[in-house]
């Protein structure tokens, strides 16, 4: 596998991946297309080093802020429960005793909604824009592929009635055939289920599909099936730029090509269906 550059912001990271038409293509919600729940780390790492260091354990926050970063950017992309089943993990291994993972995620989703209530109440109000919360580039991209045709879809691990609502206010929901998010049943979803339901559906091989993602997770699912997992480094705070820490995971993931958004989808998307060389 070699590396090179398409363009300074366009990494193909497997230089032998798979050009062509794509029949299918899964997209993440959080930082792939919505910016809405951009510093949702910043409220759910802190949360849970509070929690930890309450066991009275006698490892430093350092080193507690250290295992839960670790742990949360490793179960991104998943369902938020799972982050809350190993916090109550990591409690009970210090000793204390857990609350159940479900409460632990409510406690946290009234803490992000304090965050990002002020970004909704706007995008309702209209006195924000839709194109002022997506990640840039982000309808250009989704017109280009539903222009050659492509069938789209969002998977997400926020809870799937969030998804709807926050893809909605970003007027995106028109361009997907299919919106999937996190069940209060944990067990009915995930990436991988979604991934090979449309495969078997469609009756396609996952050469077929090509996915976008910021997270570890989609980008695995998609290089287990065959398909092209586009990793989405975004910068989510400054919207330029890659973060490299997502783009060592998403590489370590299996990501065919890290772009930092989608400025360059004039660049991008006909690189991919084999338009250009």
């Known amino acids: 596998m070699t590396q090179t ?4 912001n366009i990494e193909i990271i497997n230089a032998n991946l798979r050009r062509g038409h794509f029949k ?12 809405i729940r951009e510093g949702w780390q910043d409220v759910m790492i802190p949360m849970m080093v509070e929690i930890l260091m309450a066991t009275g354990t006698d490892e430093s926050e350092q080193e507690i802020h250290d295992l839960v970063k670790l742990f949360v950017t490793d179960l991104t992309g998943k ?3 799972y982050q809350m089943i190993r916090l109550a993990e990591e409690v009970e291994k210090r000793g204390g005793t857990p609350k159940e993972p ?7 989703l009234d803490l992000l909604n304090e965050r990002i209530k002020d ?22 991209l989704l017109n280009a592929l539903k222009d050659r045709g492509t069938r789209l879809y969002l998977a997400s691990g926020t809870d799937e009635k969030f998804v709807f609502e926050e893809a909605e206010l970003l007027k995106t929901t028109e361009y997907f055939d299919g919106i999937y998010g996190a069940q209060d049943d944990y067990k009915k979803f995930s990436k991988k289920m979604v991934i090979e339901r449309i495969l078997r559906e469609n009756e396609v091989s996952g050469e077929e599909l090509i996915t976008f993602g910021d997270g ?5 699912n998609t290089h287990d099936v065959g398909g092209v997992g586009i ?7 400054n919207r330029v730029g890659v973060d490299d820490w997502k783009r060592s995971r998403l590489i370590k993931a299996g ?3 890290i772009i930092p958004e989608y400025r360059e989808t004039a660049v991008l998307v006909p690189y991919l269906y084999g338009e250009t060389e």
């Open 255 to 257: 990501a065919d090509v």
């Open 102 to 108: 479900v409460d632990y995620k409510w406690q946290y």
């Open 216 to 220: 570890y997770v989609e980008i695995e």
């Open 5 to 8: 550059q398409l363009t300074p």
């Open 24 to 35: 299918h293509a899964v997209f993440d919600f959080d930082g792939t297309i919505s910016l």
């Open 119 to 140: 970004r909704l109440d706007a995008l309702k109000s209209g006195s924000s824009e839709p194109i002022d919360w997506v990640v840039p580039g982000s309808y250009d």
């Open 79 to 81: 369902q938020t429960i």
């Open 231 to 237: 990793g989405v480094a975004t910068d989510e705070k």
